[in-house]
């Protein structure tokens, strides 16, 4: 029997904001253990939460950026358990009144085809303390001899989104976590990193035969830290859930944990054990009111989202996928090539040059493209004098570097340097004869039939002109006097 | 016995503004007081000398600098359920027994900022759950009037400190009676602010969206000194009203002319016995002498008020009190792991009317019992709210007993049944988030008792009507002068 397989993300993301969610601490990554915590975040008596504005906002964009609805009321509330990295043994999160609703995230896969996956909901919360494990050798809690938290984690906002199971391979589900992850950092509500955390995913995973409706027991898989530990978590689990409905078995509902080392997943906790989270509204926080006016403005202040730009570099300007992607990725240079391609009117050359030469320079140089001495309107300008085959592309390369080491306009130094590729059939044909009568011996090899030397003969005559004659008239010049 | 002591904190204000006498003679003389009566009283879990001094020594130095201080060398308790930075705040429990706040309540910084000389930290029931004081883990507090009978609770600490003329202003937290009810059984004035008037930034949380800090003072004057100072918005609080405060202070009166006063049609005081209706009957005449118009008004759901708030309150405080774990403050008693420290720390921490609590609160918060509890109590809530909202449309404030009977004997209500009970006249102005006081109406020789013990009227008025309220009680406290009948014997007590 063949199978679907049917995959939900919930992303957890740290937002980016000045403050943590509820207190003034400051909201950083890292930092000496327990330097950045308050009353509030300690869950001291008496400590009350006081809601970030920033991180209500910052949530409501990404809702936006998603197309989800916004309601105008939402509130918050107590998720009740006890966990020793958990400073006041509930977490304030949000339960039947999120901040967002619905939506959907568009995503593209490596071919370029766009797809999309509904959006649940996307709540927001507040982050926890980490706790180490020490004396146990392997940092586990299993055997550890005592243990350390970290609360300077503990309260920074946390935005959950959750979306629908409508996503059925691993490749979609990375395909599905790179658009999430662009676009929450174009708009800036977080960095979105995993391997600092702030971005983390989990992964509902079920099974069915091909063609059912009926939706398969699904496991919840965490502890996937990469994209591609994610991708090799799901095909492992699904590989899991094939064999066990193939050998008889049934699939049990419970959370499973990914094994980077192993490659494979292991349970958890079983459905019976899951808490029972108690949750109720928070008493210390009032509802919060949306107002249309303050989605209006945030909308307003909307910019391309990624997935609109992909559409616009396939459609408006032919890109193939690969560039495209890599562009949006690099959001400054994308910025960065819209400018050359607008201002040269050829996106091709203009992907060539910002990927290849440009991007080269700034690795060698690890200085970004966008922020080095070199102007979109001088690369434009350097595209114009290839495509009037003023210069060749050699002269073009070598232009390119004094650009980036600050020579400004490519146009002028040109100009000034007399670099213009000489098309000139008279000066050709003058250095062509020069470096026929220099080297007999070459022509005469040439005559015995050992054609393959015109490419020392053609070099020969671009160092005599210092690579300024046009190579197309240097090979029709060899040819003609060759014969 | 200094007179000092006796004076009240507008008296004591204006003479120590005045330069009649330093803050610091009104700091030693109440220490004194306390030294000599409070191991009979037993007011005070962490009376504060040396901050008190040094307090009085800065407000005498910060008057010579010329600032205005409303409260300047006003003596204060507070209750042990709000932080003072370097203090012991104990909320009268094991699992807090030695936890020294890092930081200052901002109702407390606002009295201290206004002048007042903390003299100490007092007493409570548990966690401010409980209608005696008998909840303490750590120490009994002995009814001024009577040292045999309880100081009601849970402010039951700041009722007897203040009634004891061991602190002028006493501060209490009610959640569903624990300033008004104690303030009846110590004789004096038991004043609940409207919800969210006084922030709760570093009160100890026992119920949430029910907690209000008030004051408990001599006089109506007093109260509304505390409150003028104490109300208003903090942005540490998102709880707490952006609302501008009118200062009560100066809109006290002499007549109730023009008052509309609601009676109860559902409160009937027969049922408290000949005596006390014939005490309360006569109050609501003398508010009628006064010049106010008595309106029958009707609560027909406020009957609901227990049950409702014994659902919402340990719903609140079965999340509230997760917090004591034992993994960051506070008691720990160690364990194997971490689950068994939990539940040893929490079983050796908590006394028994705090884990019933918790346990009624967690069992109306579970899966499968939340629509049927928590969720009623708060469409409950809605409906009591309601019906003071229609009453409050026939009048202006609301008469009725600020408690069934006077302070009780120890052990007296062993059964917590008949001591929830105690709050059946308090917890549905809780529930509504209403403003509301007790004042000292008259005197009753209980049943086996010797000694003659408080009564208080409790009066009651819209959301923010606190000008009102205030000004109301005013003037049948001037008119009645009730609690200038008799004084506190704790002298005469032998110790």
Redesign the interface.
Same mark, same amino acid.
């Given at each position: 029997m063949s199978y679907e397989a049917v995959i939900g993300i919930e992303c957890h993301v740290e937002l980016r904001t000045r403050t943590k969610m509820f207190c003034g601490c400051a909201n950083e990554f890292g930092g000496e253990p327990n330097t950045k915590v308050c009353p509030v975040c300690l869950g001291m008596p008496g400590a009350l939460p006081v809601p970030n504005a920033t991180a209500i906002e910052h949530t409501i964009r990404a809702g936006l950026a998603f197309g989800s609805q916004i309601p105008a009321f939402s509130k918050f509330d107590r998720k009740n358990y006890f966990y020793p990295d958990m400073p006041k043994d509930y977490q304030i999160s949000q339960y039947d009144m999120p901040l967002t609703v619905g939506g959907e995230v568009k995503y593209w896969l490596d071919d370029g085809t766009m797809k999309s996956c509904g959006l649940t909901r996307i709540h927001l919360e507040e982050d926890t303390g980490k706790s180490a494990h020490a004396g146990s050798g392997d940092g586990r809690i299993a055997g550890s001899a005592y243990s350390l938290v970290d609360f300077n984690r503990a309260g920074v906002p946390l935005m959950e989104c959750v979306s629908e199971p409508q996503i059925h391979t691993a490749a979609d589900a990375v395909a599905y976590l790179e658009a999430l992850r662009r676009t929450l950092l174009q708009l800036g509500v977080s960095d979105v990193k995993m391997e600092e955390g702030s971005l983390r995913c989990d992964a509902n995973v079920s099974i069915r035969p091909v063609g059912s409706a009926q939706l398969g027991t699904k496991t919840e898989i965490k502890n996937m830290n990469s994209f591609r530990s994610v991708h090799r978590a799901i095909e492992s689990e699904i590989e899991r859930q094939i064999a066990v409905l193939e050998s008889g078995g049934r699939v049990v509902q419970e959370t499973r944990g990914w094994d980077e080392v192993r490659g494979t997943t292991h349970s958890m906790r079983s459905k019976e054990e899951a808490h029972d989270y108690r949750y109720f509204p928070d008493p210390d926080l009032v509802p919060l009111e949306i107002s249309r006016e303050r989605v209006d403005a945030i909308a307003a202040r909307m910019p391309e989202l990624p997935w609109q730009r992909f559409e616009r570099y396939a459609a408006q300007y032919g890109l193939a996928p690969n560039a495209a992607t890599q562009l949006i990725d690099n959001l400054a240079l994308a910025e960065f090539f819209d400018r050359v391609a607008e201002a040269s009117r050829n996106p091709h050359q203009a992907a060539n040059f910002v990927l290849g030469d440009l991007s080269r320079l700034a690795n060698e140089s690890s200085r970004p493209v966008a922020e080095s001495a070199v102007e979109p309107e001088h690369v434009a300008e350097l595209i114009a004098l290839v495509e009037s085959k003023t210069i060749n592309s050699k002269i073009a390369k070598e232009l390119l570097g004094r650009m980036w080491e600050g020579g400004g306009s490519p146009k002028h130094i040109v100009e000034s340097e007399g670099l213009a590729q000489t098309s000139d059939p008279a000066a050709v044909e003058a250095f062509v004869d020069g470096v026929l009568s220099a080297n007999p011996k070459v022509v005469a090899d040439y005559k015995a039939g050992k054609t393959n030397v015109v490419g020392f003969l053609v070099g020969q005559v671009m160092k005599a002109s210092r690579g300024k004659a046009d190579p197309a008239l240097v090979n029709e010049l060899l040819a003609k006097k060759l014969r | 016995m200094n007179e000092l002591v006796r004076r009240g904190a507008g008296e004591i204000a204006r003479a120590v503004r005045s330069g009649e006498v330093r803050a610091r003679e009104v700091a030693d003389a109440v220490l004194e007081r306390v030294d000599a009566v409070d191991d009979r009283v037993g007011a005070y879990l962490t009376p504060l000398h040396e901050l008190a001094r040094a307090h009085a020594d800065r407000v005498d130095r910060r008057l010579r600098d010329g600032e205005a201080l409303p409260l300047a060398g006003v003596p204060l308790a507070i209750k042990d359920? %709000? #932080?003072v930075t370097g203090t012991r /705040?104990t #909320?009268a429990s094991k699992i807090?027994e030695d936890?020294v !706040?890092?930081?200052t $309540?901002t109702a407390v910084a606002r009295m201290l900022a206004a002048g007042c000389i903390p003299i100490g930290k007092t007493n409570l029931d548990e966690f401010a759950m409980g209608s005696s004081c008998e909840n303490s883990a750590l120490g009994v507090t002995r009814n001024p009037y009577d040292p045999s009978r309880v100081p009601g609770g849970s402010s039951g600490g700041s009722s007897a400190a203040v009634a004891a003329c061991e602190a002028a202003i006493g501060l209490g937290s009610d959640t569903g009676g624990s300033i008004r009810e104690p303030g009846a059984f110590c004789n004096l004035v038991g004043f609940k602010p409207t919800y969210g008037r006084i922030s709760?930034?570093?009160?100890? !949380?026992f $119920?949430?969206?029910l907690d209000q800090i008030g004051p408990l003072t001599r006089c109506v004057e007093d109260a509304a000194l505390a409150y003028d100072v104490m109300a208003g918005y903090d942005? %540490?609080?998102? /709880?707490s009203i952006d609302r501008p405060v009118e200062p009560a202070a100066p809109a006290l009166r002499e007549s109730l002319e023009g008052l509309r006063v609601g009676i109860v049609r559902e409160f009937d005081t027969q049922k408290l016995g000949s005596e006390l209706d014939g005490i309360y009957r006569q109050a609501y005449r003398d508010l009628q002498a006064l010049g106010a118009e008595l309106v029958d008004v009707a609560l027909p759901t406020a009957d609901y008020g227990l049950a409702t708030y014994y659902l919402i309150a340990p $719903?609140?405080c079965?999340?509230n009190l997760? &917090?004591?774990?034992g @993994? &960051?403050?506070g008691l720990r008693v160690d364990a194997d792991d @971490?689950?068994a420290m939990?539940e040893r720390t929490r079983a050796a921490g908590f006394g028994p009317e705090v884990k019933r609590r918790i346990l009624i609160g /967690?069992h109306a918060?579970?899966?499968g019992y939340?629509d049927a509890y928590?969720v009623r109590a708060q469409k409950a809530r809605t409906l009591i709210a309601g019906d003071f909202e229609r009453a409050f449309e026939r009048c202006d404030a609301i008469a009725c007993p600020a408690a069934s009977q006077a302070a009780f004997t120890f052990n007296a209500k062993s059964d917590p049944y008949s001591m929830y009970m105690m709050d059946y006249y308090t917890i549905p102005m809780s529930l509504a988030g209403l403003p509301a006081l007790s004042v000292p109406c008259g005197w009753t020789t209980p049943p086996g008792g010797t000694l003659p013990m408080p009564l208080g009227l409790q009066l009651c008025a819209p959301l923010f009507a606190e000008r009102l309220l205030l000004g109301a009680a005013h003037a049948y406290e001037r008119s009645t002068q009730h609690a200038r009948r008799h004084e506190p014997p704790v002298e005469a007590v032998s110790r």
């Open positions: - | 359920n %709000m #932080c /705040t #909320c807090l936890w !706040a890092p930081y $309540a709760r930034y570093g009160l100890i !949380a $119920a949430s969206s942005p %540490m609080d998102a /709880t $719903a609140e079965s999340s997760a &917090r004591f774990d @993994v &960051r403050y @971490v689950q939990y /967690t918060l579970s899966s939340y928590y």
